[in-house]
């Protein structure tokens, strides 16, 4: 091997070198901000926010769809926790409501759905660091940072203002 080939060989090595790194470097911020965080999609006229934990697994949903308008959240934590109960505590901030709730699934599948009327009142109080959170039977799920933005986001994507 001649020493222009042996020069080229190490100049080609040093550029996939430097492509590898810069295509680590743009997959970074993306699978940083997927994990532990909310999402959200509008498909098929269903407004869906859904949050992740850090192992990327569903721990609760925002989705709203017309005609009804109503927000229904979904928490897939608090199964275990809701045997039996039929009232849900909703907080965004420092302002509460107590709502109808229901179970759906069994074991490990277990989920808590709530529907929230349109417009509730709690959503009028959001403030930008406010935090979302269900209690069941004493049991909390507080949501990750943004939840009542999110929440805002989907009630404003079913209902139009």
């Known amino acids: 091997m001649s020493r222009a080939e042996e020069f080229a060989g190490v100049g080609l090595m040093r550029k996939l070198l430097a492509a ?9 911020p993306g699978a940083s901000a997927q994990s532990g965080a909310w999402t ?17 697994r569903v721990t609760a949903t ?12 979904t ?27 229901s179970l759906e699934g069994r074991g490990r599948n ?8 349109q417009r509730p009142p ?6 930008p660091t406010d935090r979302l959170s269900v209690t069941v039977n ?3 799920h507080e949501y990750l940072e943004g939840g009542p933005a999110r929440m805002r986001e989907v009630a404003y ?3 139009g203002s």
């Open 20 to 28: 590898g790194a810069v295509a680590l470097a743009m997959l970074a």
């Open 40 to 56: 959200y999609a509008y498909v098929g006229g269903v407004a869906t926010a859904t949050q992740r934990d850090n192992g990327g």
């Open 62 to 73: 925002l989705t709203c769809s017309p005609p009804t308008g109503d927000i229904i959240i």
């Open 75 to 101: 928490d897939y934590t608090l199964g275990r926790h809701a045997r039996r109960a039929t009232i849900a505590a909703v907080r965004i901030g420092a302002m509460s409501v107590n709502v109808p709730m």
């Open 110 to 117: 277990a989920r808590v759905l709530i529907n929230l009327p």
């Open 122 to 127: 709690i959503l009028a109080a959001v403030q």
């Open 138 to 140: 004493g049991q909390t």
């Open 157 to 159: 994507a079913c209902w």
